[in-house]
């Protein structure tokens, strides 16, 4: 090996640069397998923006098709009936209801001696996903409250945080194949029935005392039990739930029920909302993003200013 000789400048080492180069390469290859993933989890759990997250049906199963049951006239038949939309942008082909509240036949009783109750499974976010948080609004009616809004897409909550309530006729004339019509004729056309003539209103059975719910511009719509929101056959219905920002942290519920003044479908069952305060207030997703946008940022000029 030549010696160094003094005051010229040594031709790099090809080795390290080698050796560099394939680090960069690795690391690059991982990032690129990490942002897959969290794109492939992020798709997995999106809901399809164009469909609403809750419906409300008319159970059309005359009699139960399956099971102990089998054979015995269903007991939420001709029942409206809330529904949660399971829709996955990505496998449209999979878009199902989740029915929350019904009344069905206890799984302790028999054949012969049927016992009808309403089904547990009756509260949003449904089995051990965690109530939504509240969020700190910034702007609008709801300024400086806790509300509701929708989460971010990584968020197994994220679904269930899109409070928009429609009638299942707002899924109709789609084509064949689209996330709609796999929607409306699930479980083998149950809930595809039309509400037409009804008139469908949403009644307050218990609401958490702090916690209010405002549609529009009218920020306490319900305060009593009893009190209802008229909605007719067809709707779009946008609720908000909110808090003061003082209120204490822990869990708010709601529940309704749904009822048609025309009587040409029968009673829902109860079904809750499940919210918590957190013990510090998050600020909606929106500002959230935006402020994890500034913090990115200001580690970036950091990092730079460190290897200058």
Not at 69 to 83: E, I, K, Q, S, V
Request: charged share 15%; proline share 8%.
């Amino acid at each position: 090996m030549a010696a160094a000789v003094p005051g010229k400048s040594q031709p790099p080492n090809r080795t390290n640069s080698i050796q560099k180069m394939n680090t960069s390469r690795s690391f690059a290859r991982a990032g690129l397998a990490v942002a897959a993933l969290l794109a492939s989890a992020a798709t997995s759990l999106a809901k399809d923006p164009a469909i609403a997250g809750y419906f409300v049906g008319v159970d059309g199963l005359a009699n139960i098709a399956t099971g102990t049951f089998a054979t015995l006239p269903n007991p939420n038949h001709d029942r409206l009936t809330f529904l949660y939309a399971h829709t996955y942008p990505a496998n449209p082909a999979t878009n199902h209801y989740h029915s929350k509240g019904i009344y069905r036949y206890a799984p302790s009783s028999t054949f012969a001696s049927p016992v009808i109750e309403q089904s547990p499974s009756n509260f949003l976010p449904e089995g051990a996903i965690a109530p939504l948080t509240l969020s700190l609004a910034s702007g609008g009616a709801y300024d400086g409250k806790l509300v509701s809004a929708p989460l971010p897409v990584s968020d197994p909550r994220h679904g269930f945080s899109f409070m928009t309530i429609e009638d299942t006729g707002k899924l109709t004339g789609f084509g064949p194949t689209d996330g709609q019509t796999t929607l409306l004729n699930s479980s083998s056309g149950r809930w595809n029935g039309t509400l037409s003539g009804a008139d469908v209103h949403l009644v307050l059975v218990g609401l958490t005392p702090g916690l209010n719910v405002g549609v529009g511009l009218d920020l306490n719509a319900f305060v009593n039990p009893g009190d209802d929101y008229h909605l007719a056959d067809s709707f779009s219905f946008n609720p908000t739930f909110w808090t003061e920002l003082n209120a204490a942290p822990g869990l708010y519920t709601a529940q309704f029920m749904l009822t048609d003044e025309e009587g040409i479908f029968g009673d829902s069952g109860t079904f809750e909302f499940r919210f918590e305060v957190a013990a510090t207030p998050i600020p909606e997703p929106s500002s959230a993003a935006a402020l994890a946008g500034f913090v990115m940022l200001g580690l970036a000029a950091a990092k730079r200013r460190r290897r200058a």
